[in-house]
């Protein structure tokens, strides 16, 4: 175990994987709740994690000003975000101060966090959106955590992605993990214009972001983000081409395969906590 920390929203923990033939540097996974939660890596490279997922934003709207990011967790997907070129402002809401305790023990999180152009709110993400109503962003990623997990209808409801998307500027694009639920694509797609899945994560906009990311020039724009202040990718390397080639899927691709006819997630109905969550 690396660190432990408890405060009155439970128990983050943070355990670290050793060094092996197969995987040659230590890797640290977290888990809130006692529940995988991420992952302390932020080497583009090295990617234990995912993080191409939160880098297709920046093939998608590659001309982001402002970006709001609620939920941090350990700080990985700030620290990616931040090295997006142009960004301006990243606003960060997060529950759990006990995850910036956490975050400000590696180097390259907290030095995201000290960034002036990063401002950190410890608030309920539905309460501060409700209470900032005029405030917009051309980037919303959504931290959210399993969708059989209590409370996660509170983020991957219709209301709650409606709210979000009056957060969006008429060319913003949103994000977040459905973590296999296809219902929560599926109450995306009833939200926004436009919706697609890149692995596990939903993207969804009122307008079209994706054809353009098809092509993989698009994604050398990749070359140009930044990790830490050094590059995140070296020439050549290959990483970018293969997450070029991972397509962006409409929601009929999932339906098909579903077995049942899609449900709506709504604040009254919990869908994917009790109908359709964990057995």
């Known amino acids: 175990m690396v660190a432990v920390h408890e405060n009155r929203h439970g128990i983050i923990t943070i355990s670290e994987s050793p060094a092996t033939k197969m995987q040659p540097f230590i890797d640290r996974s977290v ?38 990011i609620l939920g941090l967790s350990i700080g990985s997907w700030l620290t990616v975000v931040q090295g997006f070129p142009g960004v301006e402002q990243i606003e960060v809401v997060e529950i759990n101060p006990g995850y910036l305790t956490l975050a400000r023990q590696f180097e390259a999180q907290r030095r995201a966090l000290e960034d002036p152009r990063v401002s950190i709110h410890i608030d309920d993400a539905r309460r501060w959106l409700q209470y900032h109503p005029r405030e917009k962003y051309d980037l919303i990623l959504m931290n959210t955590t399993w969708h059989w997990r209590a409370n996660s209808s509170m983020l991957l409801s219709q209301e709650m992605m409606a709210l979000a998307g009056r957060h969006l500027t008429d060319k913003g694009v949103l994000a977040f993990n459905a ?95 009790y109908k359709y969550g964990k057995k």
């Open 31 to 68: 888990y809130g709740g006692n529940v995988y939660d991420g992952k302390v890596n932020v080497d583009l490279e090295r990617n234990t994690n995912g993080l191409e997922r939160p880098l297709a934003l920046n093939v998608l709207q590659p001309e982001a000003k402002r970006v709001l």
């Open 179 to 273: 973590t296999g639920s296809v219902d929560a694509f599926y109450t995306a797609s009833k939200v926004f214009k436009e919706t697609r899945r890149y692995q596990n994560f939903i993207y969804g906009a009122q307008w079209d972001p994706f054809t353009q990311a098809q092509s993989p020039q698009a994604w050398e724009r990749l070359y140009q983000v930044t990790v830490d202040s050094n590059p995140g990718f070296r020439k050549g390397s290959g990483f970018v081409e293969k997450y070029a080639k991972v397509p962006f899927l409409q929601v009929e691709h999932d339906l098909q395969a579903l077995g049942r006819a899609p449900e709506v997630i709504r604040d009254d109905n919990m869908l994917v906590e």
